[in-house]
C-alpha cells in the first residue's frame, strides 16, 4: 500500500510558474512509476507527465510539453511537477498516482494509487 499526498497548489497569473509536490509513504517509493493528472470542471481526467522508476524516462502530454517538467527523487520519496509558463487551460485539480511497476504509462486504468488531489488556479 502507497500513500500520496500532493502539495505546491494555488492561484498564479498566466506566465507564472508553480511546483507541484508528491510525498509518498508506506511500501518502497522507488519501485513505482509515476504520473501527473489533471481533471478540469467538466472534463474527464487526463495524463500530464510519467516517469519511470529512476526517473530514466518521462513522458508528456502535447500540450505541456516544453512547459512541464516530471522528476523524482527516491532518496525523499517524492515526485514533483514543475509547471512553467502556465496557461489558462492548465487550471484544473492536479493528482499523482503510483503504479506497481517500473515502467510509466498514461493510462488512468494502470495506476494503483492515487493521492487526493491539488488544485491550480491559473488567472488571465
Known amino acids: 500500500q502507497v500513500q500520496l499526498v500532493e502539495s505546491g497548489g494555488g492561484l498564479v497569473q498566466a506566465g507564472g510558474s508553480l511546483r507541484l509536490s508528491c510525498a509518498a509513504s508506506g511500501r518502497t517509493f522507488s519501485i513505482y512509476a509515476m504520473g501527473w493528472f489533471r481533471q478540469a470542471p467538466g472534463e474527464e481526467r487526463e495524463s500530464v507527465a510519467s516517469i519511470t522508476w529512476n526517473g530514466g524516462v518521462t513522458e508528456y502530454a502535447d500540450s505541456v510539453k516544453g512547459r512541464f517538467t516530471i522528476s523524482r527523487d527516491n532518496a525523499k520519496d517524492t515526485a514533483y511537477l514543475q509547471m512553467n509558463s502556465l496557461k489558462p487551460e492548465d487550471t484544473a485539480v492536479y493528482y499523482c498516482?503510483?503504479?506497481?511497476?517500473?515502467?510509466?504509462?498514461?493510462?488512468?486504468?494502470?495506476?494503483?494509487?492515487w493521492g487526493q488531489g491539488t488544485q491550480v488556479t491559473v488567472s488571465s
Open positions: 498516482a503510483a503504479r506497481a511497476t517500473q515502467w510509466m504509462s498514461r493510462r488512468i486504468a494502470d495506476y494503483n494509487y
